[in-house]
Structures are given as C-alpha cells and as structure tokens.
C-alpha cells in the first residue's frame, strides 16, 4: 500500500524557520518525482515545490522561491521541504504528494501556521 | 504559464442528479488533465487522469472528457459522497501545473 506521511509542522513566528518531512512506503522511492502542495485555510490548492525522481532537477512556484527549498533522501525514502523566512501567508496546510505524470497519491496533510 | 479555469465556481445539485464540470485551459494541453476531489478535511484523491481515466477504484459513474484547452467532469447520478470540491489540474509540463479554483458540489 502506498503510503505518505508528512511531519514537522508548527506554530512559527514569522520570520522563522521549519522543516517538513514526507515519509514514505508501498513504491520504489527512487522511480518517482515528488511534490508539496499547500493550502490555505478555506482556499484552493497550491502548487509548492517539485523534484525529480533523482533529484537533479527541481522547482519551486514564485511565491516561495529563495525561501524554500525541496530536497529529498533516496536512502532514507524521505522527502523534505526547508522553509526559512516564513510569512503569515504561507499559513497552510501542506502535502506531500508523488506523481507518475499525474499526481496518484496524496498524503494527509501537516499544518503549519504561520503567526506571532 | 498555463492558467486552468473551472466553471462554475458552486454547483447545487439534487442528489440522483447528473453534474457537469468545467475545465479550460489557456493553451493546448492535449489530453493531460488530472481531476480530484476533496472531502471536508481530507486530502485531495486523484479521480480522472489522462482526462478520461478513472483512477483505481473510482466508481463508474464519474467520467471525464475532452482535449486540447476543454475539459468536463461528470458524475451521472449524485451520491450524499459526492458532494464536495473537485479541482482539475494540467500535467502537459514538468512539474505539473497549477490548478483550476475549484468547483464546489453541494446539496440543492
């Protein structure tokens, strides 16, 4: 079974600092790419951050660029998502998601919050 | 930047009742349009892909159409667990594309 966890989540100030993570199980880690896709409080979804399947290749949307970085850990079939400077904007919930093309499997999901 | 507009933004549907979704493209994106749905406090799951495959385990009565820049969801008959928000999204490059706003289904 596919499995996607996400973790690290919290309160932060803004300003702040905080690293999430998305452990996984049930696929090959290495074959696929990954993501983060974010949502706010009652809004729509928002595509975050992408990486390849080997990691050469990643993206981030504008909104978080230089400000976040995504990263992942093919031995430890763990994928992360470093975010510095955050703002009450990124206020969301965030998931991690893999994709073979399309996007197949979601995780459920860690809040972080975004406040003083 | 491909930009995906959904239509409308609210659907009041009878339960039984036939629903149709839209999804426009602002450009071509041939036939890679994924469709979700999202519960109330769930995570989004994948419903459609390829715009008219169902995913494992979807039921029949969700259908998806179209290509190039127009797209349709449609669930034949309304279950009580139908009703909620449904996004489309394009693939047609890497990384996958933004998403459409939102159609929300709910109950008339």
């Known amino acids: ?5 996400e973790s690290g989540g919290d309160l932060v100030q803004p300003g702040g600092s905080l690293r999430l993570s998305c452990s996984v199980s049930g696929f090959t880690f290495s074959s696929h790419a990954l993501h983060w896709v974010r949502q706010a409080p009652g809004k729509g979804l928002e595509y975050v951050s992408g990486i390849s399947s080997n990691g050469d290749s990643t993206f981030h949307a504008d909104s978080v660029k230089g400000r976040f970085t995504i990263s992942r850990d093919n031995s430890k079939n ?7 400077s955050l703002r009450a904007e990124d206020t969301a919930v965030y998931y991690c998601v893999r994709s073979s093309a399309y996007f197949d499997y979601w995780g459920q999901g860690t809040l972080v919050t975004v406040s003083s | 930047e491909i930009v995906m507009t959904q239509s409308p933004a609210t659907l009041s549907v009878s339960p039984g009742e036939r629903a149709a979704l839209s999804c426009r493209a602002s450009q071509s994106i041939s036939s890679s349009l994924a469709w979700f749905q999202q519960r109330p406090g769930q995570a989004p799951r994948l419903l459609i892909y390829g715009a008219s495959t169902r995913a494992t385990g979807i039921p029949a009565r969700f259908s998806g159409s179209g290509s190039g820049t127009e797209f349709t969801l449609t669930i034949s008959s309304l279950q009580s667990e139908d009703f909620a928000v449904y996004y489309c999204q394009h693939y047609y490059t890497w990384p996958p594309g933004t998403f459409g706003q939102g159609t929300k289904v709910e109950i008339k």
């Not at chain 1, 763990?78 to 510095?84: D, F, G, R, V």
């Open chain 1, 1 to 5: 079974e596919v499995q996607l966890v």
């Open chain 1, 78 to 84: 763990t994928l992360y998502l470093q975010m510095s």
